[in-house]
């Protein structure tokens, strides 16, 4: 049985007649590639996930003129869960501004504290 060889073995495989009715030479193979790319099976199962960068928390300040247009934002927040992991997702409508924060108690109190964090 022959899952995912690689090239090198691939083409001895070819090469020696280990394959019954093979009608390719290793040539073949080498021109498989060009033509093709790489094995995407082999690619996949010898690449390592890479530590993804940290998400860095960030102010942005709101500018004036638009303090002033908008008068009233109406906040709408929904808690919902991923993977059995409670967000809290809240839209501030009119200027379109969405954010997502992870929490970890879906009491009252603790739903105020993040949705005061997000007014300030």
Same mark, same amino acid.
């Given at each position: 049985?022959?899952?995912?060889p690689s090239?090198r073995?691939f083409?001895a495989?070819?090469s020696?007649?280990?394959?019954?009715?093979?009608?390719?030479d290793?040539?073949?193979?080498?021109?498989?590639k060009?033509?093709f790319?790489?094995n995407?099976?082999?690619?996949?199962?010898?690449?390592v996930?890479?530590?993804?960068?940290?998400?860095?928390?960030?102010y942005?300040?709101?500018p004036?003129?638009?303090?002033?247009?908008?008068?009233?934002?109406t906040?709408a927040?929904?808690?919902f /869960?991923?993977?059995? &992991?409670?967000? @809290?997702? +809240? /839209?501030s409508?009119? &200027?379109?501004? @969405?954010? +997502?924060?992870?929490?970890?108690?879906?009491t009252?109190?603790?739903l105020?504290?993040?949705i005061t964090?997000?007014?300030?």
């Amino acid at each position: 049985m022959i899952s995912g060889p690689s090239d090198r073995d691939f083409k001895a495989m070819v090469s020696s007649k280990m394959i019954e009715n093979c009608p390719i030479d290793s040539i073949n193979v080498t021109n498989a590639k060009t033509i093709f790319g790489p094995n995407l099976q082999r690619v996949w199962g010898s690449t390592v996930r890479k530590r993804p960068d940290p998400v860095m928390e960030s102010y942005v300040a709101v500018p004036r003129d638009t303090m002033l247009s908008i008068k009233v934002v109406t906040m709408a927040a929904d808690v919902f /869960l991923v993977d059995g &992991i409670p967000l @809290l997702l +809240t /839209l501030s409508r009119r &200027i379109d501004f @969405l954010t +997502t924060e992870h929490t970890p108690s879906c009491t009252a109190k603790a739903l105020t504290k993040h949705i005061t964090c997000v007014k300030k």
